[in-house]
C-alpha cells in the first residue's frame, strides 16, 4: 500500500505593506504677482538711486501744504486759485530776499568776530569761582580752549564748508528754483491732483479719507507757520535781552536763539544753555537775569504762546513730538528735525483714521 504524500496548499507569502510615497509639493506663484513683486522692487531701486530729487519733492510738497490754508482763504474770498498762489508766493520769495539782503552782511560779520572771540570768553567763564575744578578734570579746560582755537583760525575753511554744503543740497541755482516751481504748481494745482487721486476711489472711502486729508494739510501748515512764528519770538526776546544786559553780540545771540527754537522741545533749550553761557562771561547777575528771563519765556512759550498756535492743530504730546525729533533728525539731519512735527502730525491724522472703525467695535463691545 502506498502511501502519497498530502499535497500541501502553497500560501504566496503577503506582499510586504507598501512604503507611503512622498508627497510633491508644488509652490504655485502666479504671474501678476511676480510682476507685482518686480514692479516693487523696481519702484524701490528707483527711489534708492533718486533719493536727492525725493527729497526735493518733499520738501515742496512741505512748502505746499504750508502755505494752502492761506490761499485757500483767499479763494474762498473770490481769488482765483492761481492768481492767490502766486501773489502769497512773490510776497514770501520777497520778504526773504529782503530779510537775507539786508540782514546777511552784518549778521555774518558779527557771526566771524563772535567765533574769533569765543577763546577769550571761555577763559573769562573758566575765570569763575567753580569753574575751575569743573574744568581741570581730564584737562577738559584746555581740551575745549584748543577746540575754540581751531574753531576761530578755521572760520574761512568753514565758512567755505558750509557754501559748499548748500551747493550740495540745492545742486545749483537751476535746482532751487526747480524746487521753488515745483511747489508752486502743486499749490496751484493741489485741489485738482486730490479729486483726481479720489477719482479712483469709491465714495465710501472718498467720504472717508477726504477730511483725514484735509486735516493733514492743516496739521503740516500750522505747525510751520507756528514754528516759525514761535521761533522769531524767541530770537527777538533773546536778542532784546542780550541787548538790555549788555551781553556781546546781541543780534549773533538772537539769530541762533531763532534758529535753534525750530527744533521743537530741544531747541529752546540749547539756545537758553548758550546765552546764560554768554551772560556769565559779561557777569554773574547778568547771568542769572538771563537764565530767570529764558525760564519764565519757556513757560510762556509752552503753556501760553505753543497752546495757541502750534499745539491744539497738531496734538502731540511731549514724549511723542522728542521721539519724533530724534528719529527724524538722524535720518535726515536738522532739516528733518524740523520737519519731524509735521510727519508726526500726519502720521497721527491718518492711524487715527484708519483704526476709528476699530474703536468705535471695541468701544461697543465695552458698552455691551
Same mark, same amino acid.
Given at each position: 500500500?502506498?502511501?502519497?504524500? *498530502?499535497?500541501?496548499? @502553497? ?15 508644488? &509652490? ?44 485757500? $482763504? ?19 520769495? $520777497? ?54 582755537? @581751531? ?19 540745492? !545742486? ?44 493733514? &494739510? ?11 512764528? &514761535? ?22 545771540? !538772537? *539769530?541762533?536763539? !531763532? ?17 546764560? $553761557? ?55 539731519? *536738522? ?27 471695541? @468701544? ?5
Amino acid at each position: 500500500m502506498t502511501t502519497g504524500s *498530502v499535497p500541501t496548499a @502553497e500560501v504566496d507569502p503577503q506582499p510586504d505593506a507598501e512604503a507611503p510615497r512622498p508627497q510633491r509639493v508644488e &509652490i504655485s506663484i502666479p504671474v501678476r504677482t511676480l510682476l507685482q513683486l518686480l514692479m516693487f522692487a523696481a519702484l524701490v531701486a528707483l527711489a534708492l538711486l533718486s533719493l536727492g530729487t525725493l527729497i526735493s519733492i518733499l520738501l515742496a510738497a512741505v512748502l505746499a501744504f504750508g502755505l494752502d490754508p492761506p490761499v485757500s $482763504a483767499l479763494v474762498r474770498r473770490g481769488w482765483g486759485r492761481g492768481k492767490a498762489s502766486l501773489v502769497l508766493f512773490a510776497a514770501l520769495f $520777497a520778504g526773504v530776499f529782503v530779510l537775507v539782503l539786508v540782514s546777511a552782511g552784518p549778521v555774518w560779520d558779527q557771526i566771524v568776530d563772535f567765533i574769533h572771540q569765543l577763546p577769550a570768553y571761555w577763559d573769562k567763564l573758566t575765570a569763575k569761582p567753580g569753574f575751575k575744578e569743573i574744568t581741570s578734570a581730564a584737562d577738559a579746560d584746555e581740551k575745549i580752549k584748543k577746540a575754540l582755537g @581751531e574753531l576761530a583760525q578755521g572760520l574761512p575753511d568753514a565758512a567755505t564748508t558750509l557754501l559748499g554744503i548748500a551747493g550740495n543740497v540745492f !545742486g545749483s541755482v537751476l535746482s532751487l528754483v526747480t524746487l521753488t516751481f515745483l511747489a508752486l504748481f502743486l499749490l496751484m494745482e493741489r485741489p485738482t491732483i486730490t479729486d483726481w487721486l479720489f477719482g479712483f476711489t469709491p465714495p465710501t472711502v472718498e467720504a472717508r479719507w477726504r477730511p483725514a486729508l484735509e486735516d493733514s &494739510i492743516s496739521a503740516v501748515s500750522s505747525s510751520l507757520i507756528g514754528n516759525v512764528a &514761535i521761533s522769531i519770538i524767541a530770537g527777538l526776546i533773546a536778542g532784546g535781552s542780550a541787548w538790555l544786559l549788555g551781553l556781546p553780540f546781541p543780534v549773533v545771540l !538772537g *539769530v541762533i536763539t !531763532g534758529l535753534l527754537d525750530l527744533i521743537p522741545q530741544v531747541g529752546a533749550t540749547v539756545a537758553a544753555v548758550i546765552l546764560v $553761557a554768554v551772560a556769565l562771561t559779561v557777569g554773574t547777575t547778568e547771568a542769572v537775569i538771563m537764565l530767570i528771563i529764558q525760564l519764565v519765556y519757556q513757560q510762556v512759550e509752552n503753556y501760553v504762546i505753543y497752546p495757541i498756535v502750534y499745539r491744539r492743530a497738531v496734538e502731540l504730546t511731549p514724549f511723542t513730538t522728542i521721539a519724533a525729533v530724534l528719529i527724524a533728525g538722524s535720518l535726515l539731519g *536738522v532739516v528733518g528735525a524740523i520737519l519731524a512735527v509735521p510727519f508726526a502730525a500726519v502720521i497721527k491724522t491718518v492711524l487715527r483714521e484708519a483704526g476709528a472703525p476699530r474703536r468705535a467695535r471695541m @468701544e461697543t463691545l465695552r458698552a455691551g
